[in-house]
């Protein structure tokens, strides 16, 4: 099985900055879309930004212009550079990605999905 295991997670003041990392091991042929999720208490689970197997990346709007999402495609690593963080960015981020594996019924596209990191962004 694929695992999918996040780092970077912490507490920071308002204006500060953390950078989330995610690392995928197991039998991987390659990864397509990666991307990182968050629920805040009390709230649904939203897209934060993905980013493709070419390195396209996509925002949610609330985070334009301060987060920064990144790959490398050799370590099967993706990242999450959040900067000018606010009290709303406090939330558990989890990791996701759809991997490419392959057996001997031939390629297959599976969804994963990391335990979270907590990030905690208050005065």
């Known amino acids: 099985q694929v695992q999918l295991v996040e780092s970077g997670g912490g507490s920071v003041q308002p204006g500060g900055s953390l950078r989330l990392s995610c690392a995928a091991s197991?039998?991987?042929?390659?990864?397509?879309?990666m991307g990182w999720y968050r629920q805040a208490p009390g709230k649904q689970r939203e897209l934060v930004a993905t980013?493709?197997?070419?390195?396209?990346?996509n925002y949610a709007d609330s985070v334009k212009g301060r987060f920064t999402i990144d790959r490398d495609n050799a370590k099967n690593t993706v990242y999450l550079q959040m900067n000018s963080l606010k009290p709303e960015d406090t939330a558990v981020y989890y990791c996701?990605?759809?991997?490419?594996?392959?057996?001997?019924?031939?390629?297959?596209?599976?969804?994963?999905w990391g335990q979270g990191t907590r990030v905690t962004v208050s005065s």
């Open positions: 980013i493709t197997s070419g390195g396209n990346p």
């Open positions: 197991g039998r991987i042929l390659s990864i397509n879309d």
């Open positions: 996701n990605a759809h991997v490419r594996q392959l057996d001997r019924g031939g390629i297959l596209i599976s969804d994963y």
